[in-house]
T-cell receptor
């Protein structure tokens, strides 16, 4: 079974700063996906970014980028030029690419607060 | 496209009552799933389906039933509600062209069992 660990329960930064959220995972599989989901107070789960493990290039989506270190089993999320609307819970998640029938395995989340 | 929709948004039940949480998607996704989210936890998989007529258990299936008669709908039934089932429930769906891909979530149902 896979496990996902987010070691920062809460982080707080000033608006416009850059912040990095940490995520480590444990798996014996070689082919998988990693995701970051955002959950604002509305509780909607919003996909932020997706990384395929076989791709060496780190995924980026506008202000969001990841640092994927496959050997170290690390998958951190960097948010540049942070905005008040980035305040939310952020969940790191793992999914096997071999069918994915077991669904997503989530970490416990990091509560990110952007201060004005 | 409405994406993934869930009804109701909120529900209060008494212990022992039964109810069905509805989930529908209009993206023609084969894969659908149900998760629950408890305070301080990430989401945990309850049941999933890889297509109409096919369902299977996830990590926390006890006390829940599912069926999948159409591609669009995947209801979750609580047979006899218990306070331990107080949680927020999310439905998700995914395209499965080359295996299950990115899952898209509904808005969630907050369930309280008294």
């Amino acid at each position: 079974a896979q496990t996902v660990t987010q070691s920062q329960p809460e982080m707080s930064v000033q608006e416009a700063e850059t912040v990095t959220l940490s995520c480590t995972y444990d798996t014996s599989e070689n082919n998988y996906y990693l995701f970051w989901y955002k959950q604002p107070p509305s509780r909607q789960m919003i996909l932020v970014i997706r990384q395929e493990a076989y791709k060496q290039q780190n995924a980026t989506e506008n202000r969001f980028s990841v640092n994927f270190q496959k050997a170290a089993k690390s998958f951190s999320l960097k948010i540049s030029d942070s905005q008040l609307g980035d305040t939310a819970m952020y969940f790191c998640a793992f999914m096997s690419r071999g069918g994915g029938a077991d669904g997503l395995t989530f970490g416990k989340g990091t509560h990110l607060i952007i201060q004005p | 496209n409405a994406g993934v929709t869930q009804t109701p948004k909120f529900q209060v039940l008494k212990t022992g009552q039964s109810m069905t949480l509805q989930c529908a998607q209009d993206m023609n996704h084969e894969y659908m799933s149900w998760y629950r989210q408890d305070p301080g936890m990430g989401l945990r998989l309850i049941h999933y389906s890889v297509g109409a007529g096919i369902t299977d258990q996830g990590e926390v299936p006890n006390g829940y039933n599912v069926s999948r008669s159409t591609t669009e709908d995947f209801p979750l039934r609580l047979l006899s509600a218990a306070p331990s089932q107080t949680s927020v429930y999310f439905c998700a769906s995914s395209y499965t062209g080359g295996g299950v891909d990115t899952q898209y979530f509904g808005p969630g149902t907050r369930l309280t069992v008294l």
